[in-house]
């Protein structure tokens, strides 16, 4: 076989990619001898042995070839597979430098990703916390002032309360109206403003149409305050309650109206003169 059709000997430079090796190109010439060929190829395998960390094999004793005779096919084919083998753990061995080398720089990458979000964070919250500045009489800047100081909510009184009752009354807000009359009268029993703020809380249940309740606040305030500047209006205002309460209950409606004849007629202004017969009249209350 002509030394042409052989494979050739890998060019000079192949083997290095980053890693030093004692590798040089191998001579294309048939005048050099395979004695030499081998040697250098010894020294390869022995380098690329160290490189991925295995002990160097123990010599094993070679065949003495003649130094000065001619090349022949079968050796540098023979030559040629073990260059093949040196090569290709070679190759492994940068293929795994890539690897790691590009695990390195993704770490790297995202390394300094988190150093740029920290130091964003870190920046936003330095300007949050920076204190507002203002410009002085010569244009520089100076500290602003401390922050002006709120006043402590003031704490409702109980004329507070009573009138904010009156102010949902007034409104006809009537859940609302029984939900602040019923705390005021809790909150201040002694108060001397009780029996009004239960005559308003008795409204409160008239406008929502619990009608039993109503009246018997209205009973109870006619029977321990029959004096009460409002006792005219507390009186109208059981008789409605009764009278709305059902047939049953219109008799009573009907002493309820005559109670204001008979103790407070004298003192009925025309409308309420005009409004007790309007009642009277629809419930056929005798004479």
């Known amino acids: 076989m002509a030394l042409g059709s052989l494979p050739r000997l890998r060019r000079c430079g192949r083997l290095a990619v980053g890693i030093a090796l004692p590798l040089v190109c191998a001579g294309t ?11 250098r190829l010894s020294h390869v395998e022995q380098a690329v042995r160290q490189i991925q960390g295995h002990a160097p094999p123990v010599p094993a004793p070679t065949q003495q070839i003649d130094r000065e005779r001619s090349l022949s096919a079968d050796a540098l084919a023979q030559l040629d597979r073990r260059l093949a083998a040196i090569e290709r ?24 990703g988190i150093k740029a979000d920290i130091e964003a964070r870190i920046d936003a919250i330095e300007r949050q916390a920076a204190i507002p500045q203002v410009l ?46 019923d705390n005021y009268i809790a909150s201040y029993p002694d108060a001397p403003n009780v029996p009004e703020a239960r005559f308003h809380l008795g409204e409160a249940f008239e406008g929502q ?7 018997q606040i209205f ?45 407070h007629g004298a003192s009925l202004t025309n409308e309420q003169r005009s409004d007790l017969l309007a009642r009277r009249l629809t419930l056929k209350c005798a004479s």
């Open 29 to 39: 010439t048939q005048a050099q001898s395979l004695g030499g060929i081998e040697q």
């Open 89 to 112: 753990a070679v190759a492994g061995l940068v293929s795994g430098q890539e690897q790691d080398h590009h695990a390195l720089t993704a770490a790297l990458t995202q390394m300094g």
């Open 136 to 181: 002085g009489a010569n244009g520089t800047q100076v500290p602003a002032g401390p922050p002006p100081v709120t006043a402590p909510a003031k704490t409702p009184t109980a004329e507070d309360q009573f009138q904010q009752a009156l102010d949902y009354a007034a409104r006809q807000d009537w859940p609302q109206a029984e939900l602040t009359f």
């Open 209 to 215: 149409g619990k009608h039993a309740q109503a009246a």
């Open 219 to 263: 009973l109870d305030l006619y029977e321990k305050v029959p004096a009460a500047p409002f006792a005219i209006a507390n009186l109208f205002a059981l008789g409605q309650a009764l009278a709305a309460m059902g047939p049953a209950s219109q008799a009573q409606a009907c002493d309820v109206y005559g109670e204001i004849e008979a103790v």
